[in-house]
């Protein structure tokens, strides 16, 4: 059914996109079905019309993946230097982040986390940050400082992954003390969202921060109405996550 969205062994990114907001329901076990069930005929439709949309086909999607950033799809910025995702340093906090992986055309499509704690965490807020490194205008103008890009924060969970359920629609659950496990395809950054920040902020260089900004505990989800039982101040209320890390990344005058 997906042979249009493989190529070389691995699914295009619109499966994955998809699949994370169509509903699913658990078939029932020994009954034949006639057809296919009503969810995957409207997975498939979405994908159909997602594909249109997007315009995306085998071949430019293996465009952004064996192309730099500069090339291909990215032309407009082509002395933008990919960025890599810094992890901030946070030794306090009781959920941690691992690893970040990329996947195609997703920075952050595999985030590995840890449970640092003896409690059970109900969930935690990730959140990264994009800015200028000084120095880095991509114009040859004088850009002393720092400029800040974008912010986003992302509520997370670890995931109920059965066998049933689609890429990214795992379901959720608490993450149990001193736990790792991954996050998939929760967080997004794109290359095409970075060539726009470049072009729009002046950029030939860009610097990703990532941290955990809260945790809350609980070996059950409820409805919460207070603040989160820890909270990272730092990575809460500014846009730069690690200033000895930003000061590094600064392009030479």
Known sequence: MLSRWLHDGELADAVFKVAAV???KRMSVGVPQQELPSMCRHFLRKLREKTISEGFTVRSITCLIALPLAACCLQEHANLSPPEVHIARQ??????????????????ARVIVKNNTDRYVQDFGVTWTIFR????????RPAPRIAEVSKTGVQCYA???????????????????????????????????????AKDYDARKLRVQIGIEHVNYGNKFTNRS??????????????????EDAMKQACAP
């Not at 490194?133 to 040859?140: D, E, F, K, Q, Y």
């Not at 689609?166 to 060539?195: C, D, F, K, M």
């Not at 207070?226 to 200033?243: F, K, Q, Y």
């Open 159 to 197: 995931e109920d992954r059965r066998w049933w359920m689609l890429p990214g629609r795992g379901g959720s659950r608490v993450l149990l003390p001193h736990e790792q496990t991954y996050i998939n395809w929760r967080l997004w950054l794109t290359r095409e969202e970075l060539a726009k920040f």
């Open 22 to 24: 169509c509903p699913t």
């Open 91 to 108: 030794n306090d906090a009781p959920v941690q982040i691992v690893s970040i992986t990329p996947y195609r055309n997703n920075f952050l």
């Open 226 to 243: 207070g603040p989160p039982d820890w909270v990272n101040e730092t990575v809460g209320r500014t846009n730069i996550l690690d200033a």
């Open 133 to 140: 490194p000084a120095n880095c205008a991509a114009s040859g």
